[in-house]
């Protein structure tokens, strides 16, 4: 195929649909009508001789030969973006960008509304496509599939990686908004008699039980989840108590009727992260991001601690 030949601004028009699988949606993200946008999609067919998408109920879903394009498809535009942004600053007032976080699970609860809440009046036509932390991230930043990592661990090793901390969280223990408790510590014999809400993907010992161990305690264990988002609710709607970050706290006590008071025995503190590639560190954009990420950092976690530990609850 002669490259000369291709308009490329239907990649442009393929990433966008395959990202919001529905023709009407991508043509008003891209400014364009509904028929433009079903002519492209027609000119791409009939480019790549495959259907690209197939209507499957009220949702068009990527056939098989389409997700295989997805990640050269993306890594080649984020490229281009490069290029063409190479002596341009990046405008967020005025951009219609889509930035890619892979995050934990805290970061969605207490981060992203943070985040949102600022964005939504300096960037309002900067878009977030938000997902779980996974053990291929290196392998997305690498490959442009993602802009930047945001979570309590860097735990993703890798040459090609540049990382910030954003600040420092640390545990506390979630009750419910009527909790008999009115000292600011719960007492170390109600921690361990009332039942906890554990995020634990097994049940090995947490560094929780390890705390209480040190002090001849025990807890107990009345539920095992695999994150963090639903803790809220289950403390203000079941006789739980759970040990979580203080900024997942500060932020579920705003919407549940729920509120946070100190650990009887003393536990972790987590460094909080951002990484990102080395292919973005000066791309004004994903700069733009970093910027925008510190400052939400600097709002919702303490600079400083004195201990820098990781662990699950």
Request: with cysteine; glycine share 6%.
């Amino acid at each position: 195929m002669n490259l000369s030949a291709v308009n490329l601004n239907l990649l442009l028009a393929l990433d966008v649909l395959l990202d919001e699988r529905s023709v009407s949606r991508a043509a008003a993200r891209l400014g364009v009508t509904q028929p433009a946008m079903s002519h492209s999609l027609a000119r791409l067919r009939r480019l790549f001789d495959d259907p690209l998408l197939a209507r499957s109920g009220a949702e068009l879903v990527p056939t098989a030969f389409a997700e295989g394009l997805r990640p050269a498809l993306r890594a080649g535009l984020a490229d281009l973006r490069t290029v063409v942004e190479a002596r341009h600053e990046f405008d967020p007032a005025v951009s219609t960008r889509v930035f890619r976080i892979a995050a934990s699970g805290v970061f969605h609860t207490s981060g992203v509304p943070a985040l949102m809440g600022r964005l939504a009046r300096v960037a309002p036509g900067v878009r977030f496509t938000v997902r779980p932390l996974e053990g291929h991230d290196a392998r997305d930043l690498a490959s442009a599939r993602l802009d930047v990592g945001v979570g309590s661990l860097m735990h993703l090793p890798h040459p090609g990686l540049h990382h910030m901390r954003l600040g420092y969280d640390r545990f506390v223990v979630l009750i419910r908004a009527d909790h008999p408790c009115r000292e600011e510590t719960l007492s170390l014999a109600e921690f361990c008699d009332t039942p906890h809400v554990v995020v634990a993907s097994d049940e090995e010992p947490t560094f929780v039980d390890d705390a209480l161990r040190a002090h001849g305690k025990t807890r107990k264990v009345a539920l095992r989840v695999p994150d963090f988002p639903c803790v809220p609710h289950l403390v203000a709607t079941l006789p739980f108590i759970a040990v979580v970050p203080r900024a997942l706290a500060e932020a579920a006590s705003a919407t549940c009727p729920v509120r946070y008071v100190e650990a009887p025995v003393e536990l972790l503190v987590l460094p909080i992260v951002a990484w990102w590639h080395e292919r973005c560190d000066r791309e004004p954009g994903n700069v733009w991001l970093r910027g925008e990420l510190a400052r939400m950092g600097r709002e919702l976690f303490p600079p400083r601690v004195a201990s820098d530990s990781t662990g699950s609850p």
